[in-house]
Nanobody, 120 residues
Framework: QVQLVESGGGLVQPGGSLRLSCAAS????????MRWYRQAPGKERELVAV???????KYLDSVAGRFTISRDNVKNTVYLQMNNLKSEDTAVYYC??????????????WGQGTQVTVSS
């Protein structure tokens, strides 16, 4: 069994910062790509950032330069540092991970989501 537990969401004023974390636990042999998605009310879920096992990163154009994705391979954790937050960043943020399990092979897993609200 594998669990992804997210933390770090909350209410922040425009221009503020938040750091999201997503820790994977369970029968994990290795972790490949790790991603953050978000879904705003009435909108489709969109890919915000991705980091490969080698540390390469890609970002949604609207967050590039403001958000930074990183990972700790010892802790099986992915982070999303969000700076200069804007009202349009308000959404539920989900982590998504490709990983190999000792008992089932490679699969794709989602966190439960964490709410980020940017408002004055």
């Amino acid at each position: 069994q594998v669990q992804l537990v997210e933390s770090g969401g909350g209410l922040v004023q425009p221009g503020g910062s938040l750091r999201l974390s997503c820790a994977a636990s369970g029968s994990i042999r290795s972790i490949n790509d790790m991603r953050w998605y978000r879904q705003a009310p009435g909108k489709e879920r969109e890919l915000v950032a991705v980091i490969t096992s080698g540390g390469s990163t890609k970002y949604l154009d609207s967050v590039a330069g403001r958000f930074t994705i990183s990972r700790d391979n010892v802790k099986n954790t992915v982070y999303l540092q969000m700076n200069n937050l804007k009202s349009e960043d308000t959404a539920v943020y989900y982590c998504n991970v490709d990983l190999a399990r000792w008992d089932r092979g490679v699969g794709n897993y989602w966190g439960q989501g964490t709410q980020v609200t940017v408002s004055s």
